[in-house]
């Protein structure tokens, strides 16, 4: 059944979707109600299967991880092939998510791998292994990722935007920090006092150690997990091949990108296609006007593109340890 949004859900949503660990009061107090109308609103939420994680985005490169690669599939399979490789995909540590796709392939993932090598040795043997039933495939290395806002909930405060691209050194962390992670990764909302608790140390040493993953860059910012079949949203990729990157293309388009209400997701990468383009939308017309406003604006810049739509994603992890 389609959950149905009023103002103040899509207000609380979109604070929520990059400002998870803001109290509950302060949230509250910008979406104008009561702080137990605002818990009242995200529990119903959550139980409704709506909100189905609160994802923390981790600095990658700086828990030693460099390689972050979309991978779409063309399958030649059953249904039953292509529900236990995607339980493959499910338990598989450098696996984020997973997703059905509906156009030229049937299966896609994102991963995160150590380097180019690690990658490179694990995806041969992937596709060795399914070679009776992987007819082709396409692989996007990314170099940069921007995340924006959820402009089409209409909410007019600027909220946080973050990137991927940044590069850091290997930072070691202890056990206790790892573990602090972990406990991120499976809530971005989980309770200092319940961090404590999981880790056998104090409130204040859990504090003390989360704002130093936060200000080592550690930790860069969140996510809301959606279930988009409930809410009726969907998520459609443009995939472009642009005829030159330089930085002037890339910041044009990154500010196209960031005023566009409907764009949610910016990347550029290497392979057949160098550059793409997440779009968030309820109605097939807004996807339709949105790709053709962005071809039309940006025609002499690329050569080729497709879309890609997603649904039915699986289980979505963002830590790779």
């Given at each position: 059944?389609?959950?149905k949004?009023d103002k103040?859900?899509?207000?609380?949503?979109?604070?929520l979707y990059?400002?998870?660990?803001?109290?509950?009061?302060?949230?509250?107090k910008?979406?104008?109600?009561?702080?137990?109308?605002?818990?009242?609103?995200?529990?119903k939420?959550?139980s409704?299967?709506?909100?189905?994680?609160?994802?923390?985005?981790?600095?990658?490169?700086?828990?030693?991880?460099?390689?972050f690669?979309i991978v779409?599939?063309?399958l030649?399979?059953?249904?039953?092939?292509?529900?236990?490789?995607r339980?493959e995909?499910?338990?598989?540590?450098?696996?984020?998510?997973?997703?059905?796709?509906?156009?030229?392939?049937?299966?896609?993932?994102?991963?995160?791998?150590?380097?180019?090598?690690e990658?490179?040795?694990?995806?041969?043997?992937?596709?060795s292994?399914?070679?009776?039933?992987?007819?082709s495939?396409?692989?996007?290395?990314?170099t940069?990722?921007?995340?924006?806002?959820?402009k089409?909930?209409?909410?007019?405060?600027?909220?946080?935007?973050?990137?991927?691209?940044e590069?850091n050194?290997?930072?070691?962390?202890?056990?206790?920090?790892i573990?602090?992670?972990?406990e991120?990764?499976?809530?971005?909302?989980?309770?200092?006092?319940d961090i404590?608790?999981s880790l056998?140390?104090?409130a204040?040493?859990?504090?003390?150690r989360?704002?130093?993953?936060?200000?080592n860059?550690?930790v860069?910012g969140?996510?809301?997990?959606?279930?988009?079949?409930?809410?009726?949203y969907f998520?459609?990729?443009?995939r472009?091949?642009?005829?030159?990157?330089?930085?002037?293309?890339?910041?044009e388009?990154?500010?196209?990108?960031?005023?566009?209400k409907?764009?949610?997701?910016?990347s550029?990468?290497?392979?057949?296609y160098?550059?793409?383009?997440?779009?968030?939308?309820s109605?097939?017309i807004?996807f339709?006007n949105?790709?053709k406003?962005?071809l039309?604006?940006f025609?002499?810049?690329?050569?080729?593109?497709?879309i890609?739509?997603?649904?039915n994603?699986g289980?979505?992890?963002?830590?790779?340890?």
């Amino acid at each position: 059944m389609e959950f149905k949004f009023d103002k103040i859900d899509k207000k609380l949503i979109s604070r929520l979707y990059h400002n998870y660990r803001e109290p509950l009061t302060e949230i509250a107090k910008a979406c104008r109600i009561s702080r137990d109308q605002a818990e009242y609103r995200l529990k119903k939420l959550e139980s409704s299967g709506i909100l189905k994680k609160f994802a923390t985005i981790f600095n990658y490169s700086a828990l030693g991880f460099e390689e972050f690669v979309i991978v779409w599939l063309r399958l030649n399979c059953t249904k039953e092939q292509k529900l236990q490789l995607r339980e493959e995909l499910r338990k598989n540590k450098n696996i984020l998510t997973y997703f059905d796709i509906v156009g030229n392939y049937n299966l896609g993932f994102d991963c995160i791998y150590k380097n180019k090598h690690e990658f490179q040795r694990e995806f041969g043997e992937f596709l060795s292994k399914h070679k009776n039933i992987i007819k082709s495939h396409s692989t996007f290395i990314t170099t940069s990722f921007n995340f924006f806002p959820l402009k089409e909930f209409d909410i007019t405060q600027t909220e946080k935007e973050f990137s991927l691209e940044e590069k850091n050194e290997k930072i070691k962390l202890g056990e206790k920090d790892i573990r602090i992670l972990k406990e991120l990764e499976k809530n971005g909302r989980a309770k200092i006092i319940d961090i404590a608790k999981s880790l056998n140390i104090s409130a204040e040493l859990a504090l003390y150690r989360l704002k130093n993953l936060y200000k080592n860059k550690i930790v860069l910012g969140s996510r809301i997990i959606f279930d988009m079949e409930k809410m009726n949203y969907f998520f459609g990729n443009l995939r472009l091949n642009l005829r030159h990157i330089n930085e002037k293309i890339k910041q044009e388009i990154l500010n196209y990108c960031k005023q566009h209400k409907f764009i949610n997701v910016l990347s550029f990468g290497i392979g057949e296609y160098n550059c793409l383009v997440q779009f968030f939308f309820s109605q097939e017309i807004q996807f339709r006007n949105s790709i053709k406003e962005f071809l039309e604006k940006f025609n002499n810049e690329i050569n080729y593109s497709d879309i890609i739509l997603i649904e039915n994603e699986g289980e979505i992890k963002t830590l790779p340890l």
